[in-house]
């Protein structure tokens, strides 16, 4: 028999992952509240009780999906193209047995643009992954596992076919999602 606070937080997490579906599909302006708890089968007075605002909803969220890249790059750096062949490994085979995973990535990359957001924020999901796979690239550079050539413009490459393939089949559940090895071609040297 679950508890109180069980039953509320699976509730919870249920209004969130409704409000990433409208969220991905509509864009964060064009979905209204009432969108949200319509969608979840619950009153416009209910669904404040679990979140006080749209804009509090997506910052949960927003949140949530800066804490899976903190993740993925606190793997072992050791071994950069294994680094790299690992991050691509776990976020398409994650993303192959759930959606939100790429429907995360869609987020992420809306609301890097949405002002009501921080500008910290904003730049946090825009930069910080990208400047700090930078430095784990230069250093497969200097092992020779990494091809030449600008470390940010490589990160910028791997980063940006990640975030294509995960928005791609998040809007298309039915394509089949590529090989994280394919990606890490990108960076390989030859």
């Not at 470390?151 to 298309?172: H, K, N, R, Y």
């Amino acid at each position: 028999m679950m508890t109180r606070n069980e039953k509320k937080e699976i509730r919870r997490n249920q209004i969130l992952m409704t409000a990433l579906d409208l969220f991905v599909q509509k864009g964060f302006a064009a979905t209204r509240i009432t969108d949200i708890a319509q969608a979840a089968g619950m009153s416009m007075g209910l669904m404040f009780h679990y979140f006080e605002s749209k804009e509090h909803l997506y910052e949960e969220l927003v949140q949530r999906g800066l804490s899976k890249p903190q993740s993925v790059m606190s793997a072992d750096q050791n071994d950069p193209l294994a680094f790299f062949e690992n991050a691509a490994e776990r976020i398409l085979d994650q993303a192959k047995r759930d959606l939100v995973v790429a429907k995360m990535f869609v987020l992420m990359s809306q609301a890097a643009n949405n002002d009501f957001l921080s500008e910290e924020t904003r730049n946090h999901i825009k930069r910080d992954n990208i400047h700090r796979s930078a430095e784990v690239i230069r250093a497969g550079q200097q092992a020779g596992t990494i091809r030449e050539g600008d470390s940010v413009a490589l990160s910028v490459t791997f980063w940006a076919a990640i975030q294509g393939i995960c928005q791609t089949v998040a809007m298309d559940s039915g394509l089949p999602i590529p090989d994280g090895r394919w990606i890490v071609d990108i960076l390989r040297k030859k």
